[in-house]
């Protein structure tokens, strides 16, 4: 009870509440941006937190990426185009509901479900989170190195068509990671006589140069394609098609309520993502209907399926992360940097050491979901000019902040060019087919992997009856062999079919 | 180029790497405990799975590159409508200008280094409204530089040239 007590002193600040709805207000202007998504919004901004208390930054990546998963649904339902890939499904009902001349109300309708998906997701993260902290105090160092194989499976479902690849880039992550400092003997290691590389990579000058310079090259080829100019559908001045009624309402409550639950159980299991979620509750939407035949044409229990399920994911991704210390999808694995940047490691221990922050950031998504509603509602007019932002001005501005925020993080020149070098990869990577997402997870997990082997190791004298001996770490093992047969199994017969 | 052939170049690329780390990453620690696991061990692991992994996607490239040169012809026919210039020189033009800024930062300030790097990338961007783009280039920069020296009290780049 002092915890949640502590937790609402910590949070209730004026300038974490300012924090959280300027970072809610980012998040749905980049996030409503073709173009522009939420890990390079979240990657863009952690700079920015550096100098700031951890609770206040971390509040200001909340709302970024609260708001940066809702806001892909603007351009979804106006042009067609999903800022964000977990706004693909809410496109098909919301696209067609702005073509009949209620885009006010899918708009609308996409905030509310929104909102109720992040508010149980943030209830289930509450009551899940300390509970299984619990169990993760009793691991030592066989059982860390044991889930951090496992969590290492993540990189088969993130790895995209091509599984070599993406065990390619985890392994370049791992290996990247060994840059600097051995953590048991203090010693330096694979500097190759860089001795600033003796400090290791700057993680937040690697993340930006990833996910945001990567991107913002990238953008420079779309820039330079010919393409149709597409036409923003203007919301309507009827009152009904601009809001949603309580007999609509009441039709599309349940399939909130069912779809959230299925957007949280997604979340809480690690490389999954929200784009599956909203998919899933949109076919099971459909499926449960009493008009099927809708779907595609409008209705508008498929936006409220969608939406709900794409943001019931947002709280349930910090289950793993803020308990064991791994990251569910990218952009928790960004987050988890920033947690790191901040001092703070994620896993059992937070809770035993730092129980208050624990308490006030978990009150401060909660809080941040409420406000979401009052922001994105009396923004909404703003919010949707945003889609008409010019991206050969946007990007340039991009890379300015990227450049600006990584000196600001670093303090000095070194940094930008790991930066540099980074976005470059990350470019390069992109072209010839590798995914991001599992470098950074391998670079993230790589720490838990050697220190638990190595540890456990000199405990038992170097006795690998450690790892069988003991049960949740067996355990472990034996989930990550299986899912490591399934995901090679599931990808041989999808190449040997297309 | 179609993607076998840059599996092929890529997986190669990534092989020769990896066998290079796995000599090399002992030669970077200078003296240790030879009992048990090495600071060596988990980089020199790494490596060579990477060395033998890239192998692996060398020789699926290898074995793919008719297969991809048939369906590269029919996406490259059906990408004819849209006209688009090689984006490659101006990705390299993107780097150096990103390279400039940051060697130009400390010489000539953060104001004018920003300016400058704004307005040469927004022309890269294709950006040709010269009104807009010289607004944003002579706003932006001020903006920011009053925003983190004077909110959050981080001291940019200041001209050592003049």
Same mark, same amino acid.
């Given at each position: 009870?002092?915890?949640?007590?502590?937790?609402?002193?910590?949070?209730?600040?004026?300038?974490?509440?300012?924090?959280?709805?300027?970072?809610?207000?980012?998040?749905?202007?980049?996030?409503?941006?073709?173009?522009?998504?939420?890990?390079?919004?979240?990657?863009?901004?952690?700079?920015?937190?550096?100098?700031?208390?951890?609770?206040?930054?971390?509040?200001?990546?909340?709302?970024?990426?609260?708001?940066?998963?809702?806001?892909?649904?603007?351009?979804?339902?106006?042009?067609?185009?999903?800022?964000? #890939?977990?706004?693909?499904?809410?496109?098909?009902?919301?696209?067609?509901?702005?073509?009949?001349?209620?885009?006010?109300?899918?708009?609308?309708?996409?905030?509310?479900?929104?909102?109720?998906?992040?508010?149980?997701?943030?209830?289930?993260?509450?009551?899940?989170?300390?509970?299984?902290?619990?169990?993760?105090?009793?691991?030592?160092?066989?059982?860390?190195?044991?889930?951090?194989?496992?969590?290492?499976?993540?990189?088969?479902?993130?790895?995209?068509?091509?599984?070599?690849?993406?065990?390619?880039?985890?392994?370049?992550?791992?290996?990247?990671?060994?840059?600097?400092?051995?953590?048991?003997?203090?010693?330096?290691?694979?500097?190759?006589?860089?001795?600033?590389?003796?400090?290791?990579?700057?993680?937040?000058?690697?993340?930006?140069?990833?996910?945001?310079?990567?991107?913002?090259?990238?953008?420079?080829?779309?820039?330079?394609?010919?393409?149709?100019?597409?036409?923003?559908?203007?919301?309507?001045?009827?009152?009904?098609?601009?809001?949603?009624?309580?007999?609509?309402?009441?039709?599309?409550?349940?399939?909130?309520?069912?779809?959230?639950?299925?957007?949280?159980?997604?979340?809480?299991?690690?490389?999954?993502?929200?784009?599956?979620?909203?998919?899933?509750?949109?076919?099971?939407?459909?499926?449960?209907?009493?008009?099927?035949?809708?779907?595609?044409?409008?209705?508008?229990?498929?936006?409220?399926?969608?939406?709900?399920?794409?943001?019931?994911?947002?709280?349930?991704?910090?289950?793993?992360?803020?308990?064991?210390?791994?990251?569910?999808?990218?952009?928790?694995?960004?987050?988890?940097?920033?947690?790191?940047?901040?001092?703070?490691?994620?896993?059992?221990?937070?809770?035993?050491?730092?129980?208050?922050?624990?308490?006030?950031?978990?009150?401060?998504?909660?809080?941040?979901?409420?406000?979401?509603?009052?922001?994105?509602?009396?923004?909404?007019?703003?919010?949707?000019?945003?889609?008409?932002?010019?991206?050969?001005?946007?990007?340039?501005?991009?890379?300015?902040?990227?450049?600006?925020?990584?000196?600001?993080?670093?303090?000095?020149?070194?940094?930008?060019?790991?930066?540099?070098?980074?976005?470059?990869?990350?470019?390069?990577?992109?072209?010839?087919?590798?995914?991001?997402?599992?470098?950074?997870?391998?670079?993230?997990?790589?720490?838990?992997?050697?220190?638990?082997?190595?540890?456990?190791?000199?405990?038992?004298?170097?006795?690998?009856?450690?790892?069988?001996?003991? #049960?949740?770490?067996?355990?472990?093992?034996?989930?990550?062999?299986?899912?490591?047969?399934?995901?090679?199994?599931?990808?041989?017969?999808?190449?040997?079919?297309? | 180029?179609?993607?076998?052939?840059?599996?092929?170049?890529?997986?190669?690329?990534?092989?020769?790497?990896?066998?290079?780390?796995?000599?090399?990453?002992?030669?970077?620690?200078?003296?240790?405990?030879?009992?048990?696991?090495?600071?060596?061990?988990?980089?020199?692991?790494?490596?060579?799975?990477?060395?033998?992994?890239?192998?692996?996607?060398?020789?699926?490239?290898?074995?793919?590159?008719?297969?991809?040169?048939?369906?590269?012809?029919?996406?490259?026919?059906?990408?004819?409508?849209?006209?688009?210039?090689?984006?490659?020189?101006?990705?390299?033009?993107?780097?150096?200008?990103?390279?400039?800024?940051?060697?130009?930062?400390?010489?000539?300030?953060?104001?004018?280094?920003?300016?400058?790097?704004?307005?040469?990338?927004?022309?890269?961007?294709?950006?040709?409204?010269?009104?807009?783009?010289?607004?944003?280039?002579?706003?932006?920069?001020?903006?920011?530089?009053?925003?983190?020296?004077?909110?959050?009290?981080?001291?940019?780049?200041?001209?050592?040239?003049?």
């Amino acid at each position: 009870m002092d915890i949640i007590v502590t937790g609402f002193d910590q949070i209730f600040h004026l300038q974490n509440l300012l924090l959280m709805a300027g970072g809610l207000v980012v998040g749905i202007v980049i996030g409503a941006i073709p173009g522009l998504n939420v890990p390079l919004a979240v990657a863009l901004a952690l700079p920015f937190t550096y100098h700031m208390p951890p609770l206040a930054g971390l509040s200001m990546l909340i709302g970024i990426y609260k708001g940066g998963t809702h806001g892909g649904s603007i351009s979804a339902i106006l042009i067609n185009v999903p800022g964000a #890939p977990a706004a693909a499904a809410t496109a098909i009902d919301g696209y067609a509901l702005a073509r009949q001349g209620k885009a006010g109300k899918a708009l609308k309708l996409s905030i509310y479900a929104s909102v109720f998906g992040e508010i149980l997701s943030d209830i289930a993260l509450i009551l899940a989170a300390a509970q299984l902290a619990k169990i993760a105090t009793t691991f030592g160092p066989a059982e860390f190195f044991a889930l951090g194989l496992f969590a290492l499976t993540i990189i088969g479902f993130v790895s995209g068509d091509n599984l070599i690849k993406g065990v390619i880039a985890g392994c370049l992550g791992l290996l990247m990671a060994t840059i600097g400092m051995d953590p048991l003997e203090s010693m330096p290691r694979m500097h190759f006589g860089f001795y600033k590389l003796t400090g290791g990579l700057h993680f937040i000058a690697m993340i930006i140069g990833l996910f945001a310079i990567s991107e913002a090259l990238v953008q420079i080829e779309n820039s330079l394609r010919v393409t149709a100019s597409r036409t923003v559908i203007e919301i309507s001045t009827k009152g009904d098609d601009n809001r949603v009624t309580w007999e609509e309402f009441k039709i599309v409550f349940p399939t909130m309520l069912r779809s959230a639950p299925l957007g949280i159980f997604i979340g809480a299991i690690p490389g999954i993502g929200s784009s599956i979620a909203a998919f899933l509750a949109y076919g099971m939407a459909k499926n449960m209907s009493k008009e099927p035949e809708m779907f595609g044409k409008g209705a508008i229990e498929g936006v409220a399926a969608a939406e709900s399920a794409n943001n019931g994911v947002c709280g349930a991704t910090f289950i793993p992360l803020l308990t064991l210390g791994i990251p569910g999808d990218v952009i928790t694995a960004i987050m988890l940097g920033a947690f790191m940047v901040h001092g703070l490691i994620p896993g059992p221990t937070l809770f035993t050491e730092q129980g208050g922050f624990v308490s006030a950031f978990m009150i401060g998504m909660l809080i941040t979901s409420c406000m979401h509603l009052f922001v994105a509602l009396i923004g909404l007019r703003g919010f949707i000019q945003a889609i008409k932002l010019k991206r050969s001005l946007l990007f340039p501005l991009v890379i300015v902040l990227c450049i600006t925020g990584t000196f600001v993080a670093g303090g000095g020149q070194f940094p930008i060019y790991v930066m540099l070098g980074m976005g470059i990869l990350g470019y390069l990577m992109i072209k010839f087919g590798f995914p991001i997402p599992p470098l950074l997870i391998g670079f993230i997990l790589s720490p838990m992997i050697e220190d638990g082997l190595r540890q456990a190791l000199l405990i038992s004298d170097g006795d690998l009856a450690i790892f069988y001996g003991r #049960p949740i770490a067996m355990g472990f093992l034996l989930m990550t062999v299986a899912l490591v047969i399934w995901i090679t199994w599931k990808n041989f017969r999808a190449q040997r079919r297309g | 180029m179609n993607m076998a052939r840059v599996d092929f170049f890529a997986g190669a690329f990534l092989c020769v790497f990896g066998i290079v780390i796995y000599f090399a990453a002992p030669l970077t620690v200078d003296e240790y405990n030879e009992m048990g696991l090495t600071p060596s061990s988990f980089p020199c692991a790494l490596s060579a799975a990477i060395a033998v992994l890239s192998a692996l996607l060398c020789w699926n490239g290898w074995r793919n590159r008719d297969r991809d040169a048939v369906r590269q012809g029919v996406d490259d026919g059906a990408e004819d409508g849209e006209s688009h210039a090689s984006p490659t020189p101006y990705v390299i033009a993107a780097i150096a200008v990103m390279g400039l800024y940051i060697v130009g930062m400390p010489l000539f300030g953060y104001l004018l280094a920003t300016s400058a790097t704004l307005l040469m990338l927004s022309i890269i961007y294709g950006n040709r409204r010269w009104r807009g783009l010289v607004i944003a280039a002579a706003v932006a920069p001020p903006a920011l530089f009053f925003f983190f020296q004077e909110v959050m009290i981080i001291l940019l780049p200041e001209a050592s040239l003049f």
